[in-house]
């Protein structure tokens, strides 16, 4: 059996049928090759790049805090902790929490929350130079949106954090295109906020005289290795009650918004399906009306294999073809079908990313997040599993997302004594007065609230929140208010 063939069966037998791995036999030897010619070989070499980039500033934490530990009672234990984080971290640490370690030992868990938010600010100072290698190679930009006939692109994934780096990794899609995300546990975004929402993005799209459409796609997610418990926690990890949770929450909006405004005036909608194991989408057909049905969808894992060996122009008829196929008649919007053609190509590209540098399944196919997000997410870092995101105004309104991240971070940290670090961040427009100030005051609302709500671990030392803001408008990006060691990040 040639090469080709060989790796064509390898995969079969990982991404469809070999369920019960954790890790997959499937990994390219040296010189080898899938030679996919849909897949960007060199997008893929970049974002590699900038994966390990920003994991390497997160890595170093443990192994450095129990390095600092094993002397905190020598006596030049405060300027050789410095020296040793300032080498190993890029930052120093903060002096109240290291001058009194003779009396009461190291506060490592404070450190260590330390340390993750002060990382997070790293990824965030360093985006533009990060990113500048793949901005401009991504297959979906803004250009291609609007070729589609859309202005917006709203998506909303589920919280958990392995849908992290869903834009740029798995769906390819430019830093720079109109797009929004808004996760929510389970996908069970608020429909009255996406109403408001679309309603802001349509006044937008007329006073910029725009005939383009809103697109709105909600994206489950499932474990093809491990369905039975490492699918979507907010529904029990049940596939097909993720599914339909999904695709109802889209007729709900759709239907709010023809009930507020008339029929018509609903935006199109896309239902998505991906399995955190390997990033492959199940990505479903619309019909006419833009209704999406469970049980209508093409699966790139199945494409990568019947495209794998073709040429390019073969590969693209054969992804035709079987988009072709699904609809089985029901009608999918030209400009909905362009959409979804060039989805599925460019996810080609990730499910090869993850052969190549992730043995073709990831090694942690569950949570391994680095802390909670809570209020409102910064697009600037989009990676599998480094924040857990809980999208919210309120605690009240949050709750559920909130209390599924603590449970998550249970397992993570507190079983190993560490604290569950929660970022509250909140974004506010400089072209509006005082706005920066009601900015800190929400978060100062939340963090309470927060506080309040999981006392228990509050009081013991386990939760500690870091409250920061950005600016829409200007550069002003995760500003830390103050820490739990109330120290001033600068």
Not at 447 to 473: F, K, N, P, W
Not at 480 to 486: G, K, L, Q
Request: with cysteine; aromatic share 8%; proline share 3%.
């Amino acid at each position: 059996m040639n090469t080709r063939k060989r790796l064509a069966a390898m995969l079969t037998a990982e991404i469809r049928h070999a369920a019960e791995l954790d890790n997959p036999a499937c990994v390219i030897g040296p010189g080898e090759s899938c030679e996919h010619a849909l897949v960007d070989e060199e997008l893929n070499r970049r974002l590699y790049a900038y994966e390990e980039t920003v994991r390497g500033r997160f890595t170093p934490i443990v192994d450095t805090l129990k390095t600092i530990s094993a002397f905190q009672h020598e006596l030049d234990f405060v300027s050789r902790a410095q020296r040793i984080a300032q080498d190993r971290l890029g930052f120093e640490l903060p002096a109240e929490l290291l001058d009194d370690a003779w009396v009461s030992g190291l506060d490592l868990r404070a450190l260590h929350s330390y340390c993750i938010f002060r990382s997070f600010k790293a990824c965030i100072t360093s985006t533009d130079t990060d990113q500048a290698p793949w901005r401009d190679r991504m297959m979906i930009d803004a250009a291609f949106i609007h070729a589609c006939g859309y202005h917006t692109v709203g998506v909303s994934p589920c919280a958990d954090g392995r849908l992290q780096g869903l834009l740029p990794f798995v769906f390819r899609v430019s830093p720079d295109a109109p797009v929004t995300v808004k996760a929510y546990a389970g996908v069970m975004f608020d429909v009255e906020d996406d109403v408001v929402d679309w309603t802001r993005r349509e006044l937008l799209r007329i006073a910029d005289n725009d005939q383009g459409n809103y697109l709105k796609i909600a994206v489950y997610h499932y474990s093809s290795s491990h369905p039975d418990d490492q699918g979507c926690a907010a529904h029990g990890s049940n596939d097909e009650k993720a599914t339909q949770a999904a695709a109802d929450r889209l007729a709900e909006m759709r239907a709010a918004l023809e009930n507020t405004y008339g029929i018509g005036a609903a935006p199109d909608t896309l239902l998505v399906g991906m399995d955190t194991d390997t990033d492959a989408l199940r990505v479903h057909l619309p019909d006419n009306d833009s209704g999406n049905c469970p049980r209508r969808f093409v699966e790139t894992a199945k494409l990568f294999n019947d495209t794998l060996g073709l040429s390019k122009a073969a590969a693209c008829e054969e992804i035709s073809l079987a988009v072709a196929e699904a609809e089985a008649g029901c009608g999918t919007q030209p400009g909905m079908r362009q959409f979804i053609l060039r989805l599925l190509e460019a996810n080609l590209s990730q499910i090869q990313y993850v052969i190549q540098h992730h043995a073709g399944r990831y090694a942690v196919i569950g949570h391994n997040e680095r802390f909670i997000c809570a209020g409102e997410a910064m697009s600037e870092l989009q990676l599998r599993n480094k924040f857990y995101f809980a999208h919210l105004d309120t605690v009240e309104e949050g709750a559920a997302d909130m209390d599924v991240g603590i449970k998550i971070f249970t397992g993570l940290n507190i079983s190993r004594g560490l604290a569950v670090p929660v970022l509250v961040h909140f974004h506010y427009s400089s072209r509006v007065p005082a706005a920066r100030e009601r900015a800190v005051m929400r978060c100062q609302r939340v963090r309470m609230a927060i506080e309040s709500r999981y006392a228990r671990l509050h009081e013991q030392g386990l939760l500690h929140c870091q409250m920061a803001v950005s600016d829409t408008e200007g550069s002003e990006r995760c500003t830390f208010v103050e820490d739990d060691a109330r120290v001033a990040l600068h």
